[in-house]
């Protein structure tokens, strides 16, 4: 076997094992924010909360607000999303986000809170609480909620740039994320990454064949990219480019072989 062809065999290995490192500490480029997480930024703001996990690539407090940046939590990553409520005695609780909504809870003892959401360039949702006064600054891409707690000191409120579908109607449309959360989320995508370099090095070793690697890529990364939560969803992205650039070096390989 001639010293070129046993490179070209070889190849997908060498690959395999450069770009694993940098899957697995792809883990690390975000911070899981936990439930029951608190942030009081502010003495005259109120306390910001979440009772849902979810991941962020950076945390900010400001005066005014708690910027979180790539926050994600199951569907879709928000590149800027900044939180604030006044006065100092309300309390926003983050109860789901996606791509397309966002809930929170308002508590306040009495009187009118004031709920502001960076919005960055997402836009002002296209369904807002009708019994609320609400407003949106285009310039401070700020959007405004007042809540009147006299009667009820807890209210929830949902913001949405969607159409809701029948997952979201009949589960939540969150039960997967919570399942596939559970098995990731302890090692980021380290295990995952791991798990799929395995996989991939017995698939190659047993048919010595790179095409069944580039399809497990493809199709294990675009299930990671649509279902697995937080930054195992680079992990998808690393698999899906990595098949395609295998693939496209096949290609040119083989025809540099047929016209060499």
């Excluded at 919570?178 to 295990?191: D, K, S």
């Excluded at 698939?203 to 990671?224: D, E, F, H, P, S």
């Excluded at 395609?244 to 025809?255: A, Q, S």
Aim: net charge neutral.
């Amino acid at each position: 076997m001639g010293l070129e062809k046993k490179f070209v065999l070889l190849l997908p290995l060498i690959i395999i094992f450069l770009l694993s490192p940098p899957i697995s500490y792809s883990a690390y480029d975000y911070f899981l924010a936990q439930s029951g997480i608190v942030f009081k930024h502010s003495a005259t703001k109120g306390i910001f909360t979440s009772n849902i996990n979810f991941y962020a690539s950076k945390c900010e407090l400001e005066e005014d607000f708690i910027y979180f940046t790539n926050l994600y939590s199951g569907s879709g990553i928000w590149p800027m999303l900044g939180f604030s409520i006044s006065p100092s005695t309300a309390e926003m609780t983050l109860t789901q986000i996606t791509s397309g909504r966002i809930r929170l809870n308002i508590m306040a003892p009495s009187g009118t809170s004031t709920t502001k959401i960076y919005l960055a360039s997402k836009g002002a949702p296209t369904k807002t609480p009708g019994q609320y006064e609400t407003e949106y600054d285009s310039s401070t891409k700020v959007f405004t909620l007042y809540a009147d707690h006299s009667l009820f000191p807890s209210q929830a409120i949902y913001l949405s740039w969607e159409q809701l579908n029948f997952a979201d109607h009949l589960i939540g449309g969150n039960w997967f994320t919570g399942f596939a959360e559970f098995y990731t989320a302890p090692m980021g995508v380290t295990a995952p990454a791991l798990i799929i370099l395995t996989i991939s090095l017995a698939a190659y070793i047993k048919t010595q064949n790179i095409n069944y690697v580039i399809g497990l890529w493809l199709l294990v990364g675009v299930g990671i990219e649509v279902f697995l939560p937080g930054p195992a969803l680079m992990l998808g992205r690393i698999l899906m480019i990595l098949g395609i650039f295998v693939l496209l070096l096949k290609l040119i390989l083989g025809t540099r072989a047929t016209y060499g």
